[in-house]
């Protein structure tokens, strides 16, 4: 049974201070650097860094802890909450979070009934194909794996040295709705966008996943398992400074990576290695996007979602009319 809790009202800075412990607490598990059962820092600690008032973070705590994020021991303290617990109390959370669309879209005299016809149109219409620019393939196949999964786009993979001058342009990339791309090659990708006059996107990385990322090299070295020596060669302009060592599957041996060591795989490296390879304890990170990027996607398929709503509907009538 299915328990629907009235949301508490919550300050603006209660909301930040949930927000921020949020994204550090899915940062970290999606790096690897929090596991279920994790102890949290504690309500004194966390008043100190944020310099927020402890009922404030304890509201925090509390909203974590109703959404199964996080576990509360009278006493002991704040834990990470096992990921089977996350999934089963995920849902009375979300369905919150739809009873307060529903709720602003009856005070704009729209009924939940049309708003959901609504929202079906922004996303169900038409699919958004991108094009992603990018020098190797661990990257390609990241930023085409998010857009697809997480967005919904039909995304192809464009190698920067395809693009010299005078290099033809395949077709499927001719037909793409935006280009996506890298802060690395947002020259490369704006020239693209002004010969095929498409827009261009250049993806920004959340803020809090690369401060962790650096928190954790910043503690000692890691082992980066890629499928590309090109993406091998930039971790080092990804993370100056840090101690990052590269293997290339297929070129490189596995058995190099020290049995202690903490070792990342891209999504594409991942899908390569030896079943059962360390036992899974890899970390491979599948969202990267920042929330601005995550906006800018949005808008875009739902843009073109609705522009398509009027031609769609001038297609009905000339076919109705040709059949009458």
Known sequence: MVIIRPRRRTTGRTLTVTETLRQRIQAGLHLGT??????????????????????MVMAAYRQLAAEGLVRLQARSGVFIEAESHRRDDLL????????EVFLRGLARSIPPTELRRQARR????VRVRAACVECNRDQL??????????????????DVNALGPGK???RSAVEVDVIVTTRFHAAE?????????????????????VAEVRRMLAQGGVWWVCTDPRFAAKLPYLFPGSCVNP??????????????????????????LPQG??????VTIPRVFSSETARALLTLRIRRNLEAAPASRAHRLRSSDNNS
Do not use: N
Not at 92 to 98: G, I, K, Y
Not at 248 to 253: Q, T, Y
Not at 277 to 282: D, E, K, S, T
């Open 34 to 55: 929090l596991v279920p059962g994790d102890r949290l820092p504690s309500i004194r600690a966390v008043t100190g860094e944020l310099h927020a008032g402890s009922r």
């Open 92 to 99: 009375p959370e979300v369905a919150t979070w739809v009873i």
């Open 122 to 125: 922004c996303l169900d219409r």
């Open 141 to 158: 196949h990241a930023l085409c794996r998010q857009l697809h999964d997480d967005y919904g786009f039909d995304a192809v993979g464009l």
């Open 168 to 170: 033809p342009i395949s």
């Open 189 to 209: 990708a704006h020239r693209l966008g002004r010969r095929l006059h498409r827009p261009v996107i250049v993806v920004a990385l959340d803020t809090v996943l």
């Open 247 to 272: 293997i290339v599957v297929g070129r490189d041996s596995l058995d190099a990576v020290p049995a202690e060591a903490m070792v990342y795989a891209t999504r594409a490296a991942a899908e390569r």
């Open 277 to 282: 390879w360390r036992a899974g304890q890899v």
